[in-house]
């Protein structure tokens, strides 16, 4: 059974992402989306809200998408889930020599058993990012384009949330 772990902050999950856990869903039997505690980001939403938020979207596939937190190494992640995929979205030429760099030191750190698979967004995801829906969260823009319509009023509360603590 091949297990693919997706991992990132997903601060919150957009359409892009979501994209991504389908198409990988084509490659993997069971893909774990791993929500990353990253302390050098600073998030809107904690750990469980982004863990809560992905589950909303997923359960539709059952037990072939599993959502997990975690801290630390991704490598040592994917060895105590058994895992054997790291997947990664690209949206531009920028991420792909990005994420390079990390798929070489996974595979190195893992010791050849870990590969790193490539997922082009769709090409009307590809300027999505979860920092441009908090942007755009917090002008007050249209959301239906960048996430779930079930996580709409999440994001919108969550960015009244900001303006009223100024």
Known sequence: MKI???AGS???ITKGHF???KK???IADKV???VINNSNKKCWFSLEER???IKMLVDQFGDKVEVKCFNGLLIDFMKENNADIIIRGLRAVSDFEYEL???FVNHDL???EVETIFIPAAREYMYLSSSGVREAASAGARLDIFVDDKLIDIVKKKADSFKIKG
């Open 4 to 6: 693919g772990v997706y």
């Open 10 to 12: 997903f601060d919150p």
């Open 19 to 21: 994209d991504v856990i």
């Open 24 to 26: 990988s869903l084509r």
């Open 32 to 34: 774990i989306v791993a």
């Open 51 to 53: 863990k809560s938020m």
């Open 101 to 103: 760099g990390y798929a």
């Open 110 to 112: 893992s010791m050849g």
